[in-house]
């Protein structure tokens, strides 16, 4: 693709149709925006949708991309202004919806996450000052947004 200097985490959707990876512009390096591309394909491989670039509110670096089961969405685990603290955020893909970012609201250093088979819930763990802890959270809320 033109400009992309580098891709994270390729992957399939749920139903096949479609390939999203988080992708690294040239001259973005002094921003570090990191950017979600989505294109279509067909069974046979070819290009059924011409891929289509989703702005993010990341920076720096973006891993463990999965897709809601709807392929509606999907998740990651980025690094996000102002504080480039890590946090797991919900990327519309379908709707044209904003990003959300599930939890923004932890004080301290979240983890990598895995998503419940039914879409509902992801699972992640924190740093706190104590030790590592697992956290569940409902993706209800900005599903709706």
Not at 7 to 17: E, I, P, Q, T
Not at 32 to 59: A, H, N, S
Not at 110 to 122: A, E, K, N, Q, T
Not at 125 to 130: C, P, Q, T, V
């Amino acid at each position: 693709l033109p400009g992309v200097r580098a891709f994270d985490d390729l992957v399939w959707s749920n139903d096949g149709k479609w390939i999203a990876g988080g992708a690294y512009y040239d001259g973005d390096e002094e921003t570090g925006g990191v950017k979600l591309v989505v294109v279509g394909v067909d069974e046979e491989g070819e290009v059924t949708t011409p891929y289509r670039v989703i702005d993010t509110p990341l920076y720096g670096s973006a891993w463990s991309l999965r897709w809601l089961p709807d392929d509606g969405a999907v998740i990651l685990y980025g690094q996000s202004l102002p504080d480039w603290g890590f946090d797991i955020w919900l990327i519309p893909v379908k709707n044209g919806g904003r990003p959300v970012a599930i939890t923004r609201d932890e004080v301290d250093g979240v983890g990598y996450h895995i998503l419940s088979p039914d879409g509902r819930f992801i699972a992640y763990h924190s740093w706190l000052g104590r030790g590592t802890s697992l956290w569940l959270a409902d993706l209800g809320d900005a599903l709706k947004r």
